[in-house]
C-alpha cells in the first residue's frame, strides 16, 4: 500500500531563512499532491495544491515542488516568520480514488 | 471558508456508551469525511460519503457506523465507545469539482475523551 513519510517530526528555524519541508512517497506517483497547515486546536487548512506534470507552483512565500523520479515533494517557506509557526501536511489521493492520504505532519517553529 | 460546523466540540463518555458526532455544513458540497487524528497517526479517514444515503468505508471504520440523510449533515456514531476511540475527529467536505484535485475544508474538530 501507499505510504507517506514526512520526514520530520518537527523543525525549528530562525526567522527570516527558508523552511524546507520533505514529503516522500513509496509505490505509485500521484496524480497530485496537497499541503496543509494545522494549528494547535484546530482543523487544517489548505495551502497548494502540485500536479504531477507540474515541477513546481508558487503562492506568495511558499513554493512546493513535486519529482516524481524521486518520490518526493519539497515545501518550501521563505522568509519565514513566527506566525508561520504550525503544523504542514502532506496529502495526496489514492490510487483510483478521491480520498487523500495525509502525512503525519511537520511542526514548524520559526524563532523570532 | 466552507461552513462547517462540528458538535459537540469535546465530549468525556464511558467505556460502552453509545456517543454521536454531527457534521454540518452551509456549503451545498456533496462529498463529506470523517477523520480522526491521534499522535503518531496523522489523519486517518474513518468514513466518507458521496451523496445523501452514499456511504463507505474508509481506512480505520471498524466501531463506527455514518449516516447521511440530509446533503448538509454528517453524522459519526459510535455504537459502543472504548478507551481506543479517543481521539480528536474532523469533519471535512469536498466539491464534486473538487474532487478532481482533492482540496478538502475542515470543520474544527471534535475532542473525545473515552474514560
Known amino acids: 500500500s501507499q505510504k507517506i513519510e514526512q520526514n520530520s517530526e518537527a523543525l525549528n528555524i530562525q526567522e527570516g531563512k527558508t523552511a524546507t519541508l520533505t514529503c516522500n512517497y513509496t509505490?505509485?506517483?500521484?496524480?497530485?499532491l496537497q499541503w496543509y497547515r494545522q494549528d494547535p486546536g484546530r482543523g487544517p487548512v489548505f495551502l497548494l495544491l502540485?500536479?504531477?506534470?507540474?515541477k513546481e507552483k508558487r503562492k506568495e512565500r511558499l513554493k512546493v515542488t513535486f519529482d516524481t523520479t524521486l518520490k518526493q515533494s519539497l515545501f518550501h517557506i521563505t522568509a519565514s516568520q513566527p506566525a508561520d509557526s504550525a503544523t504542514y501536511l502532506c496529502?495526496?489521493?489514492?490510487?483510483?480514488?478521491?480520498?487523500?492520504?495525509f502525512g503525519k505532519g511537520t511542526k514548524l517553529s520559526v524563532i523570532p | 471558508d466552507a461552513g462547517i460546523t462540528q458538535s459537540p466540540r469535546h465530549k468525556v463518555t464511558e467505556t460502552g456508551t453509545p456517543v454521536t458526532l454531527r457534521c454540518h455544513q452551509t456549503?451545498?458540497?456533496?462529498?463529506m469525511y470523517w477523520y480522526r487524528q491521534d499522535p503518531g497517526h496523522g489523519l486517518r479517514l474513518i468514513h466518507y460519503s458521496y451523496g445523501v444515503k452514499d456511504t463507505d468505508k474508509g481506512e480505520v471504520s471498524d466501531g463506527y457506523s455514518v449516516s447521511r440523510s440530509k446533503t448538509e449533515d454528517f453524522l459519526l456514531t459510535l455504537e459502543s465507545a472504548t478507551s481506543s476511540q479517543t481521539s480528536v475527529y474532523f469533519c471535512?467536505?469536498?466539491?464534486?469539482?473538487?474532487?478532481?484535485?482533492?482540496?478538502?475544508?475542515f470543520g474544527e474538530g471534535s475532542r473525545l475523551t473515552v474514560l
Open positions: 456549503e451545498n458540497h456533496r462529498y
Open positions: 509505490n505509485y506517483s500521484p496524480a497530485y
Open positions: 496529502a495526496f489521493p489514492g490510487a483510483g480514488s478521491y480520498q487523500l492520504t
Open positions: 471535512a467536505t469536498q466539491t464534486p469539482s473538487g474532487a478532481l484535485t482533492g482540496e478538502l475544508f
Open positions: 502540485i500536479r504531477e506534470n507540474e
